[in-house]
């Protein structure tokens, strides 16, 4: 069992920055995988980032490559996803999530269906 804490959401404007964290407490850290989904107002939940038990493998949704990058500290049991240029579409609430099956220390998944735990969700609103 893992639980997850999201934190760093807000309102900000077109262009802008926001750097959200997740703090993971529970099983070691170290054990999992993670996600970064996001959920707009009458949308399907979608994938935006993940990085591997290691945090050697990295992927994104295309609609963020460039724009935002996933880390994680083992150490402080905890993942960021600091986003830049900001854009209206990008407006949702953001879930992190923590996939515990994969087995390769480099892998990770961009489906929701990988991931076991989740958290409660930030809200980022990006302003025109």
């Known amino acids: 069992q893992v639980q997850l804490v999201e934190s760093g959401g807000g309102l900000v404007q077109t262009g802008g920055s926001l750097e959200l964290s997740c703090a993971a407490s529970g099983r070691a850290f170290t054990g999992f995988a993670m996600g970064w989904f996001r959920q707009a107002p009458g949308k399907e939940r979608e994938f935006v980032g993940g990085i591997s038990r290691s945090g050697g493998s990295r992927i994104y949704a295309d609609s963020v490559k460039g724009r935002f990058t996933i880390s994680r500290d083992n150490a402080k049991a905890t993942v960021y996803l600091q986003m830049n240029s900001l854009k209206p579409e990008d407006t949702a609430v953001y879930y992190c999530?923590?996939?515990?099956?994969?087995?390769?220390?480099?892998?990770?998944?961009?489906?929701?269906?990988?991931?076991?735990?989740w958290g409660q969700g930030t809200q980022v609103t990006v302003s025109s």
């Open positions: 999530a923590a996939d515990g099956r994969l087995t390769i220390s480099t892998a990770v998944s961009n489906s929701m269906w990988q991931y076991d735990y």
